[in-house]
Structures are given as structure tokens and as C-alpha cells.
């Protein structure tokens, strides 16, 4: 049974970070591309960040320069680092992967950015 659980959101104030992280268990880690994605309010979801098997990333056009993907192949997890946040980062993160043709979703952790 493939399950991805998020954790790591949070209330943060402009300017601030967190740090996201995706357990994943079920598959063979190291060799999936890994994602985020993410939905606000009254939105579509839309994809954040990828990561390769390879540890080749990707990064949307709007959070470049602010967050950064990485995975722990021995610790089956993939992290999402969130620097300089904004408002319109305030969302519903969600990790992703397909295995087997089958695409899996965690439930979400909510991430608020407010003062």
C-alpha cells in the first residue's frame, strides 16, 4: 500500500520559512520522481517542485530563488525548504508521486502565511 504523509506546515509571517517534509512508504523510493504541489483557496492545484531518482530538480517559475526540493533516498523522504514566504504562498501543499502508471497523493498540510 503506497502512503504519503506530509508534515511541516504551519501559521508563518511574511518573510518567514518552513520546511515541508513527505514520508513515503510502499514503493521503491530512490527510484520515483518526486513532487509538491499546492491549492489555495478557490484555485486550481497547481505543481510547485520535482525532484528526479537522479536528484535532478525543478522548480515553478514562481517560487524559484525562494524554495528548494531534496530527498533522502535512505530515510524515504522528500523535503520542500520555504524560504522568503509570501502571502500567495498560503496553500495546501501536497506531495505526489507516481509508481506503476498509478498516480499517489499525500493528504496535505496546510501552510498560512499571514502577519
Known amino acids: 500500500q503506497v502512503q504519503l504523509v506530509e508534515s511541516g506546515g504551519g501559521l508563518v509571517q511574511p518573510g518567514g520559512s518552513l520546511r515541508l517534509s513527505c514520508a513515503v512508504s510502499g514503493i521503491i523510493f530512490g527510484a520515483n520522481n518526486m513532487a509538491w504541489y499546492r491549492q489555495a483557496p478557490g484555485k486550481d492545484r497547481e505543481w510547485v517542485a520535482s525532484?528526479?531518482?537522479?536528484?535532478?530538480?525543478l522548480l515553478a517559475d514562481s517560487v524559484k530563488g525562494r524554495f528548494a526540493i531534496s530527498r533522502d533516498n535512505a530515510k524515504n523522504s522528500v523535503y520542500l525548504q520555504m524560504n522568503s514566504l509570501k502571502p500567495e504562498d498560503t496553500a495546501v501543499y501536497y506531495c505526489?508521486?507516481?509508481?506503476?502508471?498509478?498516480?499517489?497523493w499525500g493528504q496535505g498540510t496546510q501552510v498560512t502565511v499571514s502577519s
Open positions: 525532484i528526479g531518482s537522479s536528484g535532478s530538480t
Open positions: 505526489f508521486t507516481r509508481d506503476s502508471g498509478r498516480g499517489y
